[in-house]
């Protein structure tokens, strides 16, 4: 296995395409599910409720399909994924057509759960290559998002007009297309079986006490939870602020556009600065472009121009901080901890995920695009706080070695 990407394993980029599949849905639902909540919601504070309950899902299913794919196997895993993101699309069309609010709701459960799978694909592009190939591989796998980025807010505005008396119901005639498209690109993969009671003779299995309290751990977890929880709490508030300020489904389409775009272009050279610089430079940078995100809501004037200026920094922020986060989480396992540790990190990222998409609905709604905007700046402090504690430890244990 060499470290360029062209001769990575055909697994690697079935996964990226896979990848790509589940975040064009992804940028569909988050250009129309606040507009969706907004429209169907009796209470206009449960605007975000789909969404929330949608992260919810991710979040409970972390757990589980961690553990299933170690017992079943990651292609069964992925392909029990697909078949339920195909169901929930259904049960979306439904409800709009019916104008049934918690009928949607349902639905994004289940798009919840297709998630909480398909999240593992960066894990999976982990374990198809050697170890020196893993920060390469997890962000060739990322870098399938960028399609998703041209592909799916304009899915969504193509797709509105498919029935013209419900905007709505369009893109998840479309969705259930992508959905199935994700499992039969992942029948042709190449992927392990995780047979945990296998491995686990081969290697000692720590306490998950142990396990979890290691720095390197809680600073992969940190930057990962608290990066992803503040992108969210802005980026699923981004459209509620822009209709607002009077702007139509166009002007938002190309906003969420660059946002995606700079959440998964990054990862063309995210791991060879990983490789070249190191993980801490990477994730440092990652929380810089934070604040600029956050500066540039709160003191520019409200434009297209500027939101997309916003969203761009906000996307990039994402990017750095959850490859990078990714990439430090592999080094804190072994292979027979790998279900109990990705499983946890992934609970507890879709944890604060899920919070800030119940949440940031209701302060959009209540207080206002300035609020959503000064309630995210604490979590990327302490991402910030987290990366320099683990950058001084590390100083620190180079000095007593030398």
């Known amino acids: 296995m060499t470290t360029n990407p062209e001769r990575m394993p055909y697994t690697v980029y079935l996964l990226s395409l896979c990848n790509a599949y589940m975040y064009v849905g992804a940028s569909m639902l988050i250009t129309v599910s606040a507009l969706i909540g907004f429209d169907l919601a009796p209470d206009k504070r449960l605007t975000t409720l789909p969404l929330a309950l949608q992260f919810f899902a991710i979040m409970c299913t972390s757990v589980p399909a961690s553990f299933i794919m170690g017992k079943f196997g990651r292609k069964i895993g992925f392909l029990l994924a697909g078949a339920i993101g195909v169901v929930g699309a259904g049960i979306a069309l439904w409800s709009i057509l019916d104008n049934n609010f918690y009928g949607y709701c349902v639905a994004t459960v289940c798009f919840g759960v297709f998630a909480g799978f398909a999240n593992y694909y960066r894990f999976t592009a982990a374990e198809v290559v050697n170890p020196s190939n893993k920060s390469l591989s997890i962000s060739l796998v990322m870098a399938g998002g960028v399609i998703a980025a041209f592909i799916g807010p304009n899915l969504a505005s193509w797709s509105s007009g498919i029935f013209a008396a419900h905007e709505f119901a369009g893109p998840f005639v479309v969705l259930m297309g992508v959905y199935l498209l994700s499992m039969f690109t992942i029948a042709f993969a190449d992927l392990p079986v995780l047979n945990t009671h296998v491995i686990e003779g081969d290697y000692t299995v720590r306490p998950l006490g142990e396990l979890i309290s290691q720095p390197i751990f809680i600073v992969a977890v940190i930057c990962q939870m608290l990066g992803y929880g503040a992108m969210n709490f802005v980026m699923s508030s981004t459209p509620l602020a822009m209709d607002a300020h009077h702007y139509g489904m166009a002007d938002t389409g190309t906003v969420i556009q660059w946002h995606v775009v700079a959440m998964f272009a990054p990862s063309f050279f995210t791991g060879h600065l990983i ?95 300035q609020s959503v905007n000064l309630l995210a700046l604490p979590m990327l402090i302490i991402v910030f706080l987290a990366i320099i504690w683990l950058w001084t430890m590390r100083r620190l244990l180079h000095t007593q070695h030398v």
């Open 275 to 369: 490789k070249r610089l190191g993980i801490v430079p990477v994730l440092l940078a990652g929380a810089v472009f934070g604040f600029i995100s956050i500066a540039v809501n709160l003191l520019a004037p409200i434009s297209v121009a500027n939101f997309v200026i916003a969203l761009v920094a906000l996307g990039i922020s994402w990017n750095f901080l959850y490859v990078g986060g990714t990439t430090l989480l592999t080094d804190a396992y072994n292979p027979a901890e790998k279900s109990r540790a990705q499983g946890f990190n992934d609970l507890s990222v879709f944890s604060v995920v899920t919070l800030t998409a119940l949440t940031t609905g209701t302060v959009h709604h209540l207080w206002g695009w």
